[in-house]
């Protein structure tokens, strides 16, 4: 108990608590041996660091932050993604789509303050800042509930939420709710 406790403050003090940009994208360079199904915009990897029975990454070949960043233009981006997701599931029809985790990590975003010295910002609870689908099945019960956790909204939203956010925007021809 005691070493996840200590592992959750190592978690939360390597935050991003500011912007951070990276010079060099891992995500942007795949290598093409540890690509597991793939289409036009956007491919499917293994996690390195397993949170269930199997853990995929589904990421844009092209280079976009976060959800953060994304408008109603790239409804057909997470919508090919969303078909990666369900080839992949497919290829294990035992699992019920209860033990199905899949969604974001969100960015770091200012809440309110529109000048510099009153802003509210949360951290970045992002670690490669590219965007990337999470898909974990059966998903181990620490895992789920603190790294990937549904419960908290500022740090996680279900790949299904934004895609329904995302198709209600397009309707409108909007960008993502941003607060600065």
Known sequence: MLQTIKKIFRYLA?????????????????????????????????????????????????????????????????????????????RRPSVSPSEIHSGYHRGGR???????????????TISVHHLHLHVIVRPGFLKKWFKYPPWLLLMWKSDEKLLREVEKLASKGMMIRKVY
């Open 110 to 124: 200012i809440f309110f303050g529109r000048f510099s010295f009153l802003r509210f910002r949360f951290p970045d």
């Open 14 to 90: 390597k935050l991003q608590w500011t912007e951070h940009f990276l010079s060099g994208c891992i995500f942007c360079n795949v290598d093409p041996s540890k690509i597991i199904v793939e289409n036009d915009l956007c491919i499917a990897i293994n996690n390195i660091t397993n949170a269930g029975e199997a853990h995929w990454l589904i990421l844009p070949r092209s280079h976009i932050r976060d959800i953060e960043n994304l408008s109603f233009e790239h409804l057909e981006l997470l919508r090919s993604m969303d078909e990666l997701k369900r080839l992949l599931l497919s």
